[in-house]
């Protein structure tokens, strides 16, 4: 891996970077539950052999490990997405209240633009909700050394710090300076059941001495940030990647960087705005800045200029300093070239094809959750109803039974990861209630979606040493399942009939349909599959499946077109095969 190169020097995503700068401050404990565009700073952690690099089973429990492992005196880091903060934030919450033993850093990668997210939330409000710092970095360099200066400040001020990533920072690459690893010593667990027992009485006495240590942090911001350029006519405050943009399409800018984006160093900036005729902020999402220094009086555009969706760009930023009469109109370039929308597809042999086939020949409603099932709800398929948050499904289903108001079975589908990491207290409170829904837990032994990681019931941990596994079935059954039916989805009648049979249950019941991914941890494939033209009657049944590998034809039996399979996608998984009416599926014929 690039981090172990012996070099002064390395290329180095945001997210190994990150990693780096944990391991120069001396980190001890890592935990994590995978999230895009979060998930390779802890993958980059596991090949650091000092560092006890963990997937937790949930972000809330990877805070609690991190945070208890500060307590035990040493430095802990906690790795997330945006969403993942939504989960954890029981824990953070009163963690800024606790403070901190060692040195603790949460890790938090937002979306903007949600490539891979169902939300843009803006991480800096949970700073300004826990009133904790936030660190901002804007390149893969400053996200190394805002690391280590994360556990710093976490020291001095005895806080949990966050350190807000975001896809352009965790994902593009940059050149770091290497150094060696920090000697921290290791302080031991110390006995203070007023600072970290969450009585009231100790809570109330907590919070005047967060506001205070609110002030110092203000003080703080404020040597942190940077300032360039003398321009008396404009100046622009920004932090984090935005920074960048504005350096790349106005070199000559007269910038305020903030370092730290919370708290923000109201007085620093007011002397700057002093100083300049105009004040923009350049930030992306929220005008999380622009709404702070309007309260303080300081005036000041930044909304009205660029967007407030999606992520920002140089081009957009380009257009909003343009708006703003301070750089020409950008000319117009080349027309994008039109192409073929290529929506997100299951892959090729996914053993999820199956169960949501069978659902949609039953008619089913169903509840779904986040993983790759989640292109279920798109055509061909078009199976899902609705998906929301991380192990709703189940929850969400048993409301949707008690609600009277679907006439079809109410089915939810979750993934075996998604499971373990929200869909188990869903499933007590269905047994709890006698919810007459169907659970089908998807069990792939991955987490597949962000690149195939392990979880708890992988049996394998992050550092590839074997672990006892979570026995799904079993849990099901000890949680008050009766009706608990495990079946190979490439199996489709098996399928089908446990389908049946735990729908006409009454009260809760669960289906497991165990094939491990088909992409993990190598590709798994067969003799591949073709369809004998001759045979095809274009019933187009196969279609319904979504394989990418079944591709239509020019040719046509009574005015349907059939269909062919791309022999290098096909991963001889015999699922179309078995739908065939006329058995014209048949294995390709391997040469003697």
């Given at each position: 891996m690039t981090l172990l190169v012996e070099a002064d020097r390395a290329l180095l995503s945001g997210n190994e970077a990150i990693a780096r700068g944990a391991w120069e401050a001396g980190v001890v404990v890592a935990s994590a539950y995978p999230g895009t565009p979060s998930t390779e700073t802890l993958e980059a952690m596991a090949a650091y052999p000092e560092v006890d690099a963990r997937w937790a089973t949930n972000e809330k429990v990877a805070v609690d490990v991190a945070l208890g492992a500060s307590l035990g005196g040493v430095r802990a880091l906690a790795v997330m997405k945006h969403v993942g903060l939504n989960v954890a934030a029981d824990t953070f919450m009163s963690a800024t209240s606790t403070g901190v033993g060692a040195g603790l850093v949460i890790m938090v990668a937002d979306d903007p633009g949600m490539h891979s997210s169902q939300n843009e939330q803006d991480t800096r409000f949970y700073a300004r909700f826990g009133l904790v710092p936030l660190l901002e970095p804007s390149d893969s360099a400053e996200a190394k050394e805002f690391t280590k200066l994360a556990f710093e400040v976490s020291e001095r001020f005895d806080t949990p710090v966050l350190l807000r990533s975001t896809t352009r920072i965790s994902h593009n690459r940059g050149i770091?300076?290497?150094?060696?690893?920090?000697?921290?010593?290791?302080?031991?667990?110390?006995?203070?059941?007023?600072?970290?027992?969450?009585?009231?009485?100790?809570?109330?006495?907590?919070?005047?001495?967060?506001?205070?240590?609110?002030?110092?942090?203000?003080?703080?911001?404020?040597?942190?940030?940077?300032?360039?350029?003398?321009?008396?006519?404009?100046?622009?405050?920004?932090?984090?990647?935005?920074?960048?943009?504005?350096?790349?399409?106005?070199?000559?800018?007269?910038?305020?960087?903030?370092?730290?984006?919370?708290?923000?160093?109201?007085?620093?900036?007011?002397?700057?705005?002093?100083?300049?005729?105009?004040?923009?902020?350049?930030?992306?999402?929220?005008?999380?800045?622009?709404?702070?220094?309007?309260?303080?009086?300081?005036?000041?555009?930044?909304?009205?200029?660029?967007?407030?969706?999606?992520?920002?760009?140089?081009?957009?930023?380009?257009?909003?300093?343009?708006?703003?009469?301070?750089?020409?109109?950008?000319?117009?370039?080349?027309?994008?070239?039109?192409?073929?929308?290529?929506?997100?597809?299951?892959?090729a042999g996914c053993p999820h094809m199956v169960p949501y086939w069978a659902l949609k020949r039953l008619g089913a409603t169903v509840t779904g959750d986040i993983g790759c099932y989640t292109l279920a709800a798109l055509d061909p398929i078009a199976t899902m109803d609705t998906c929301v948050a991380m192990g709703s499904s189940i929850g969400m289903a048993s409301g949707l039974a008690a609600s009277g108001g679907s006439d079809a079975p109410v089915v939810a589908t979750i993934g075996d990861s998604t499971f373990l990491h929200g869909g188990v207290p869903a499933l007590m409170e269905a047994v709890y209630n006698q919810a007459n829904i169907t659970v089908v837990i998807l069990d792939n032994g991955t987490v597949a979606m962000t690149g195939g990681q392990e979880h708890p019931g992988s049996g394998t941990t992050l550092k590839g040493e074997e672990t006892r596994p979570v026995d799904i079935p079993a849990l099901c059954r000890a949680v008050g399942v009766e009706d608990v039916h495990v079946v190979d989805p490439y199996d489709v009648p098996a399928t089908m009939r446990a389908f049946e049979e735990a729908i006409a249950h009454r009260g809760p019941s669960v289906v497991i349909t165990y094939r491990p991914c088909i992409e993990a941890p190598v590709r798994i494939k067969d003799r591949p599959y073709e369809v004998v033209a001759a045979d095809c009657t274009a019933c187009q049944l196969c279609m319904n499946l979504g394989c990418p590998a079944i591709i239509w034809t020019d040719e046509t039996f009574e005015g349907r077109r059939k269909v062919t399979i791309d022999p290098t996608l096909c991963t001889g998984c015999t699922l179309c095969a078995q739908l065939c009416p006329p058995r014209a599926i048949v294995p390709v014929e391997v040469e003697a």
């Open positions: 770091v300076e290497l150094g060696p690893r920090g000697e921290v010593p290791v302080r031991g667990f110390q006995r203070n059941p007023h600072k970290y027992v969450m009585l009231p009485a100790y809570a109330r006495d907590r919070h005047p001495w967060v506001l205070e240590r609110l002030e110092r942090l203000t003080d703080y911001a404020a040597e942190l940030a940077v300032e360039e350029g003398d321009d008396p006519k404009v100046g622009i405050v920004t932090a984090g990647v935005p920074y960048q943009y504005v350096k790349e399409v106005y070199p000559d800018a007269h910038l305020l960087k903030l370092g730290m984006s919370f708290p923000i160093p109201i007085e620093r900036i007011r002397r700057f705005a002093d100083a300049v005729e105009r004040l923009i902020v350049v930030e992306e999402l929220e005008p999380f800045l622009e709404e702070q220094l309007r309260a303080a009086g300081i005036e000041v555009v930044g909304k009205d200029l660029f967007p407030r969706v999606g992520e920002l760009s140089p081009d957009l930023v380009h257009d909003g300093l343009a708006k703003a009469g301070i750089l020409e109109p950008r000319e117009p370039g080349p027309a994008p070239p039109t192409t073929v929308a290529r929506p997100p597809l299951l892959c």
